[in-house]
């Protein structure tokens, strides 16, 4: 099944210590994104990634890191997190830029809190 | 820079009738894409429907309509009949160009539909 996967799905953690969230896509896409959710302000891109070892940043990429390493993986990296980090987190991907549908495909989702 | 303006942030309607979520986008190029995506209590983010720049037809999926209107900047979704359970926030996306760089989300539309 063509699918996107983020692991974990929720996570509650402290300031300060340093977390991964991984992004894995079985299509083979060039393309990955990390958003995040907060209301009232929809889905703001914080990085993406055209292909392996070809990332740049999106609206609000302050206090996070990506790499991409293999084609299928994207994890976010959150160095030191802190409480305005507390977001719901979708990685997305999506066939290489200049496909005509540009449709991306979202993970399921990851909860994070930092307290 | 493109933006996305959902101008509605709850919308409250009693099951069986019709409701339309509005979403105004503003952009320079003259190729793009609009999207929209539910997203149920569960979380998840479900691809609606993809339109772009060069097709202006209307389209009907069920109980779902879209009405493009380019000279409007405009791509409204109607939900005829509506149901419980097409509760839920409603995301209008834009994605310009040939490259699938980035969605610029609008800020999202919570749909409550009451038995």
């Known amino acids: 099944e063509a699918q996107v996967t983020q692991n974990p799905r929720y996570l509650i953690t402290v300031t300060g210590k340093k977390l991964t969230v991984t992004c894995s896509q079985n299509m083979n896409h060039e393309y990955m994104s990390w958003y995040r959710q907060d209301p009232g302000l929809g889905l703001r891109q914080i990085y993406y990634s055209m292909n392996v070892e070809v990332t740049d940043k999106g609206d609000v990429p302050e206090g996070y890191k990506v790499s991409r390493k293999e084609k299928r993986n994207f994890p976010l990296i959150l160095e030191s997190p802190s409480p305005n980090q507390t977001s719901l987190y979708f990685c997305?991907?999506?066939?290489?830029?200049?496909?005509?549908?540009?449709?991306?495909?979202f993970g399921p989702g990851t909860r994070l809190t930092v307290l | 820079a493109q933006k996305v303006t959902q101008a509605q942030t709850e919308i409250s309607v009693v099951e069986k009738e019709d409701v339309t979520l509005d979403c105004v986008y503003e952009?320079?190029?003259?190729?793009?894409?609009l999207f929209w995506y539910k997203q149920p209590p569960s979380g998840e983010l479900v691809f609606l429907i993809r339109r772009n720049s060069f097709d202006e037809q209307n389209e009907i999926s069920g109980r779902y309509s879209w009405n493009f209107q380019k000279s409007t900047s405009s791509f409204n979704f109607t939900i005829t009949a509506s149901q419980v359970v097409d509760s839920a926030v409603y995301f209008c996306?834009?994605?310009?160009?040939?490259?699938?760089?980035?969605?610029?989300f609008g800020s999202g539309t919570q749909l409550t539909v009451l038995p």
């Open positions: 996306a834009l994605s310009v160009g040939g490259s699938a760089r980035q969605l610029t």
């Open positions: 952009t320079r190029d003259t190729t793009y894409y």
């Open positions: 997305a991907s999506s066939l290489s830029p200049g496909h005509l549908y540009n449709e991306q495909f």
